[in-house]
Structure formats: structure tokens, C-alpha cells
């Protein structure tokens, strides 16, 4: 048997490592949204349970023996088995609602939720968790030429940074939009199972029974893909997804697009899609079409200028159309949409949107409204709910404000949104509520219309809207002609009812907890995660409703206990040197708020761009690129300095790299919310910053652990552990608290509190020993 001491083979699998943990979390992330509606509390939970995985990996690996040959073999194997086990999660949360039986039009509730996460994120993380140390105790071994390594843990980490970093590049600009979950995964199964019969060959020879094995099953997966194996397989589990979600439809076409899942089914002449797991819509609708259009269109006398903003090709927009308007303007996110539905529509739907006065527009809505300079009679507003921070953005003051700027004077803004016919529990109303005011704020005229989908309709002075019957009856008659598509004046009474509308506005004028929704606190999107939870069983709010009056003292108060509690246990200890033993701990400290402040300000620029520029999916894989690109530089950089002392490393860990998380905390908090050209290199430029800052924490914190060198496997998985669990714990109360509930001010404002909490270790760690006449800690 050949002795393993190629540090090239540690590399390559290191990289596909980091490669495939960032496509598995990709496409497992990407499956959990299709099922799930795209909720953003699902993708702090999965975030929670990718890091929980890992960080229990790691912290398990630090049990194993180390054994050379078995940790050469144990890494081949993990990395191999990783696209095999994440094609088995991907087909389980797939069929979730089957598992779970759930019914169909049933919301996932948060215990359904949980499980699926921690079933189908879990397991893979722990695998790449698992294998991260392993990893490092074998690269410490693998050059024998220059000697052990003495930071083994810092060269893994930079080489999985950078394999991650092509991973997130592979799958956002190839493979995203364009290939399927199982497809994406049989690739990358083949190419680790190609590496894992390389090393195979080369430690036991070509002519052992197992490399014959492995290289039988590698033809197999290759032999595979030209009769489209993978492609039947991932249809049959979507099928079988979708004949639980929508029973007695037939699934005619779906679509992994680069934004959402797409899917569409028909019974009976009736379509219905679904975007992301939820029903979306159907057609054709008539009837329920035209009271919509004919509400919007009849709120002025004159209507020239049309903006439709989200769905409406598979019939509002025909119904605008039939109206004397001079031009409409559609405006959709995912390109997708139109060439899914467009072959299911009838032909004179079709022929219709061939008409010269429609445009059709594949983009942002936001961003479309900055860059035109288009002014509208009246816009009507589809928008995604706000069940994610980043689609807040369409329910904000600074929103409202460009949709005002963009109508002509006595222009009309329509918007509806999910409620209730004739009952307002709290959450119901603070959310209603919430939006009423921000809308109120900018639109002085001001009318909400009562139903099941209560409308909102605000006009721009000196317009004013209306829900009088016979005024909408006669602007339409005048319009359309007397036959009027045979709406009447009692359809518009049926649907208008005055005393029911000045009840609901004069409820919502007066809601309690009601504030001003705006881009620096995204409250909506906390508020409609509490209605959810209602519709859904309830189960969050024992938790919830504390959280929405939560302020900074509590967050601070809890890390101020902690950081004391755990300080006076260090120092109080006597095993070992004084300045050793808190220099140890206030490296773990350090390197735990290191991944806490990395992946929260990575989550905060996220939001930020998404508020600034809208998801344009490519922009956002160049953010995460960024971090990775900064992650694999600052490893790498402080990986290399081995000549420097260790006063001189613990001068970087507890003085530098905090001081540059406090100037970028500052600069993010100082240049959000403002636009221009400058703002979206200046975005790379912080993002980049941000995984720089924390890649150079990770090897630094490993060689103030271990400064020797020894025990690398535990010295790797307590690091990574750590690391990890900083990461989840920012993933988590960024993204489902920090951000809604306190707003960017305080969130940057407790993210520098903890910039500076290695710092302040280091100055009590002085403070309290006895003075001996040296000391290396800064």
C-alpha cells in the first residue's frame, strides 16, 4: 500500500470540498423555496441548519483517530458520497407534502417546516462539516518534503473558499436556469466519483477489486446521461410533487427558472399557476378579471396611461386593452412567465397581445421606475407578498414615493393585498394597518376597498379615488359603450358597499402598533410572517409577538452576561499560563463573532442591493462571488505568514481585523439607502471587505489555539465549529429579527457592539493578570 503524501491530492479535494458544498446548499436552498413559497423565515431556518450541520461535523470529527490512510479514505468517500446524498434530500423535500400530508391549498405551518429543513439540510452540512477537519489532519500529514504544516486548518480553509467561490459561480451563470436540481447533481456526482477513483488507483493500484468497482459504477453514471436517465428521474418526482400540491389538474409545463419554480396545470378548460409551491392565479376568469380592471380603469375620466406591474398577461392585461387607453406597460420579473403561459392562452388572448400600445417589460419594478421617465394615468400594483425582507421592498414609503413620482397629477395607484372579508384579528390589522399608513403618508387621498383581497386605491392631487356605484358605472358606459362587456351597475354595488369601506379605513386609521413602513425598517415583512403564522396554526406567536417590541437593550444586555459570565470562568481557571489560556479563549470568542458579523453584514448587503437594484439574480451571484473571492484571499494571505510571532498575530486578531469590521459596519451604516452609479461597485467593494475580514480571522484564531501546530484535527474542528456557529447564529437573527424588527440603524449599531467585543477581551485579559515581567498578549 503506497503512503499518502501528495499535498496535491489534498488540494483537489479540498477545492471540490468547497465546490460542492456550495452547490449542494444552492440547489437544496433553491428546492426548500419551490416547495415552501419562498418564505424568508424558511431561509433563515435553513441557514440555521446548514451552520448546526456543520458546526456539529466539525465538532464530531475532533473524536476520530488520526490515522492517515483512514483519513485519506474517509475524505474520498465524504466527497464522493456528497452529490449522492443531496439528489436523495432534494427528491425528499420534493415530495414534503406527501410525507407530511399536508392537503392540497394547505399552507405549510412552521412545525411542518422545521422538519423538512432539518431533514433536508442537516445531513449534508454535517457531511461537509465532518469532512472539513479530516481535511486538515490529512493535509498537516500529506507534505513530507517541507515538513509538517503548522496551520493546516488555514490552508483547507482558503482552498474550500475558493472552491466554493466556483461553485457559486458555476451554478449562478451556467447551471441556474437551465438545468434541474437532479441534473445539476448527477453532473457533479460523476465528476466525484472520478476523483474518487483517482485516488483509489493511486493508493491501491488499478488492479484492485475496488478500483474495478468504483470504476465500473463511474461508467454506469456516465452511461447514464445519454439516455436521460437523470432528466426522467427529476419529472417523475415533480410530477409526483405536483399531483399532491394540485390533485385532478394535469401538469402541462414547468420551469426551474433563474428566480422561481414555475409550474402550470389544467382541468377542464381551466388553467392554474403556481409559482414557488403557491397558486399564483388561474385562467381564464372573466368575471373576476373584469372586476378588477374595471374598478382601476373607471377612476378618472380619462385613463391614456397604463402600468401593470406582476402578473396580467393571461388576461388583465387583454382586459385593459378593450379600454381607449394610448399605451400599457407590463412589467413582470422572470422572463420565464410569458413563455409559459403564452401557448395555453386562447387565440384571440393571444392576438390581443400583439397589440402596438402594449410594451412589454422582463425586469425589476423598481428599477424600471428609476431608470424611465414614463408618467402614468394610473399604475396597478401585483406585487409578491411580503413574506421576505427583500419584497418589503415594494410595500415602503420610499417605494410609494417613486410610484407617486411616476403618475401624472390626479393619477390613481391601485394595490391589493391578502385579508379578511369582515373580521380583523391584531396581526390582520397591524399589517393592514401598517401599509394603510405608509401608503397614507405619501398618498393624502387615500380609499380602501373591503373583500377578501382588500384594494387600496390612492390618487396623486388632484385626483380623488372613488367607490361610488354609479359614477364608476357611467365612466365605464362612456368607455366601453352601452352594452359595457355586460358589466352593470349592480356588479359595482355588489362589490362596493359603503359602510363596510368606511368601517375598515376608519379601523385602519386607527390601528394600534401601525408605523411607517420604510426601507431602513422592513416591518411589513415581520407583520406578515405573524399573519402567516396564524393562518397556518398559530405556533410562532408565543415568540413573536415579544420579539416586535424588542429593542437594543435586550440584545445587548444578553451579550454583556454572557461576555462576563464566560470571562470570569476563563480567568478564574488555573490550569496553564494565565495570558495562554485567555488568549485561547479570546481566539474561539473571536473567531465565533467573526462568522456571526461576516454572514450578518453578508445578508445586510444582500438586502441592500435587492432594495437598491431589485433581484437581478446574476448581480446577486456576483455579491456572494464576492465574499467568497475576499473569504479565500484573507486565508490565504494570513496562511502564509508563518514567520510572524505570535504578539504580532494576536495584535491582527484582537486590534486589526476587529477595528476593520468597525469601519465597515460604519461605512454600510453610512452609505445605506443612497443611489447612484457608486453604489453598486461600492456594494462589491463591501461585500469583498466583509469575507476578507473573516477569512483572515479563521487562520489567525487557529494558530493562537494551537500555536504548535499539534492535535490539528481538534485544533480544526473546534475552529470550525466555532466558526460556523458565529455564521449561524448571524444568518439567523439578521435575516428573521435584527432586520425587521430593529431596523438597519440599531442592526449595524450592535454588529459594531460586537465588532468591538475582542478588543475589550484582550484589554480586561491585561487588566486582570498578574503583571509578570513579559507578556505576548497585546
Known sequence: MKRIQSAG???????LLGFMAMVGQLVLLRALLGVFNGNELLIAVTFVFWFLGIATGAWTAGWLPENEVRLAGCTRLAVAGLPALAIVLVTAILLARIWLGVAPGQPFSPAQILPVCALGVFPYAFGVGLSFPVLAAWGARADRRSGPRPNAAGWIYWLEATGSLAGGLLFT?????????????????????????????????????ASWGIGLALLLLVGAIP????????????????????????????????????????RDGQYCLYLNGLLAGSFPEPFETSRRVHLAMNQQDLTADVLLAGQGLEGETQAILAYPCRSLTVVYLDPAYPDLILPFLDPPSRHALGDSRLRQVSGDLVAHLRRSGSRHDLIILHPPPPVTAAFNRFYTEEFFKLCRDRLRPGGVLTLELAGADNFLGPEMQTYLGTVYQTLAKVFPRLLVMPGQ????????????????????????????????????????????EDSRAAWLQRTLEATPGAVVNTDRHPVVFWQNLQVWDLVSGGTLGAWSRPLASLGLAGPFGVMGVLFAAIFLWVHRRRSGDHDERMARAGACLGVWTA????????????????????YVYSSIGLLFAGFMLGLAGGAWFMNRQAHWGLSTVHRW????????????????????????????????????????????YFPAA????????????????????????????????????????????????????LAAAPPLWAALARWTRKPPPESTFP
Not at 9 to 15: C, K
Not at 475 to 484: N, P, S, V
Request: aromatic share 10%; proline share 6%.
Open 595 to 614: 462568522g456571526l458579523i461576516g454572514m450578518g453584514l453578508e445578508i445586510v448587503l444582500v438586502y441592500q442591493f435587492q432594495t437598491l437594484y431589485g
Open 653 to 696: 486578531a484582537f486590534v486589526l481585523i476587529p477595528a476593520g469590521q468597525l469601519m465597515l459596519c460604519l461605512s454600510i451604516w453610512t452609505a445605506y439607502g443612497h443611489h447612484g452609479g457608486w453604489m453598486q461597485p461600492l456594494l462589491l467593494i463591501q461585500v469583498t471587505t466583509s469575507g476578507t475580514l473573516t477569512g483572515l
Open 227 to 266: 439516455l436521460r436517465l437523470p432528466r426522467q428521474f427529476q419529472e417523475h418526482v415533480i410530477r409526483r410533487a405536483w399531483e399532491a400540491m394540485a390533485p385532478g389538474f394535469r401538469l402541462l409545463s414547468w420551469q426551474d427558472s433563474r428566480y422561481q419554480f414555475l409550474s402550470l396545470g389544467e
Open 9 to 15: 491530492e489534498v488540494t483537489i479535494a479540498a477545492f
Open 453 to 496: 383581497h382588500p384594494k387600496f386605491i390612492a390618487a396623486r392631487p388632484p385626483g380623488a379615488p372613488t367607490i361610488d356605484p354609479e359614477l364608476l358605472y357611467a365612466r365605464l358606459r362612456q368607455k366601453l359603450g352601452q352594452d359595457a362587456g355586460g358589466f352593470t351597475v349592480h356588479h359595482f354595488r355588489g362589490m362596493l
Open 702 to 753: 487557529c494558530r493562537i489555539h494551537r500555536p504548535e501546530g499539534d492535535q490539528p484535527l481538534l485544533n480544526a474542528a473546534r475552529m470550525d465549529s466555532l466558526d460556523h456557529l458565529g455564521a449561524l447564529a448571524g444568518a439567523g437573527l439578521t435575516g428573521l429579527v435584527f432586520l425587521p424588527v430593529l431596523g438597519i440603524d440599531r442592526t449595524m449599531l450592535l454588529f459594531c457592539g
Open 173 to 209: 451563470f451556467v447551471w441556474a436556469g437551465r438545468t434541474g436540481p437532479v441534473c445539476v447533481l448527477w453532473a457533479c456526482l460523476v465528476g466525484c466519483v472520478g476523483y474518487l477513483l483517482l485516488g483509489e488507483v493511486r493508493q491501491r493500484g488499478p488492479a484492485h477489486p
